[in-house]
């Protein structure tokens, strides 16, 4: 390792691998520092991902891949499904291959790749972030950068040493747990959502199958509503309820940020990407590609910014212009409708899913559900028109 | 009777970073093997104890020393 990198990221998920093979590519010199012992692992993701996003930044491999998905069931309180087929493919991944290959991508790319290194604080220099601290094998060590990324997921503290307001409201929460389980009888070839105060409040269960009767099944409960039982009592009686025969491969704990885009991305020579930038879609929750998407753009300004020897806020910040035009907009748009569909009740949503399998089947779409949801605002129609093209 | 105080269930937790995220004091930092609580910091909002998953995190009542 050496002292000093153009750009230091911190965390190897998704969005740090995607920020450091970008930024390798732009010909910045970069180290990539992960805090636990493996890239990969754990595992605290649904795993869901659709195809022509994943494709903007990568070329997907079959090895990533658990199953292919063709469309999604969508379960009402009173139990009545509704079936959305995409012109999209979903892919429920395999998280742990596919971060283990994106990191190895960037170390080909000129990446040096960093394991059981926990950075502990951010150097400055003049109001301007200089390099990290690190803890490394028992060793504290100061490694200096142009440019720090911080990808350090849900928990991020790098974007609060550099004084950006990342803190997630509980509202803006979800409290998720997921077990990953064999013997469960559901069709595999599409993934499942179930809604309803009782199941989620102020989110979703998911079943996500991965292939040969094992599938993620988890789910999230707004922090607002999580006061007064925990995600994990419900999952519990999730399981029992609809899943009583599966047995439990592994159990994880999430927090999901479905927020509005941060005000602030960007700091005198640092970048926030991911969760860490609390870039997922608030309505879905995924936020594999579109920290990806994110990351990639923040990768090519910080290379190019390193090459003008300008690490200013002022410079970085067209980053967040351009996520903003690609990604940033929609985001917004899809915070709006979480906040209609939220308020939405148990009878709104029966409502809903009965009036959408009475609509022809030829105008069935994604679009066309959420109109019937939000029946009664038609300005909030407009806005999904926006984003469901 | 002493101060309250949020104290974490150690086995229970899952090391997710959920409480983290919803501190707005920056009490909390989740390091590679364990969550660390800034008492100094805590405003006892309980924004972590409602949020977290397993509900690791409680209060209760600091005995002094």
Redesign the interface.
Known sequence: MKSRYDVIVVGAGPAGSTAARFAAMGGASVLLVEKDREVGIPVRCAEGVGEKGLRQVVEPQERWIDRVIKGAYLYAPNGVRVCLETNDIGYVLNRKTFDYDLARLAAAAGAQVLTKAYVTGLLMHDGVVSGVYLNHLGQTLSVQSAIVIGADGVESKVGRWAGLRTHVSLHDIESCAQVTASNVDIEDTHCHFFFGRQVAPGGYAWVFPKGNGVANIGLGVSGDCARTKPAWAYLEEFLARRFPRVSVLTTVAGGVPVARPLRRLVANGLMLVGDAARQANPVSGGGIVSGMIAAKIAGQVAARAVQEGDVSEQRLREYPVLWHRQEGRAHERFYKLKEAIWRLTDEDLDRTAEAYLRTPEERRSLLNLFATALVNQPKLILEAAKVFV | MGEKAIRLKDDLC?L?????????A?AL????CRLLIDRARCTLCL?CV??????CLEVHDEVPV
Do not use: K, S
Not at chain 2, 50 to 55: Q, S
């Open positions: 899952d997710c970073g959920t409480c983290v995220a919803v501190c707005p920056d930092e989740l390091t590679e924004n409602y949020a977290c998953p397993f509900a």
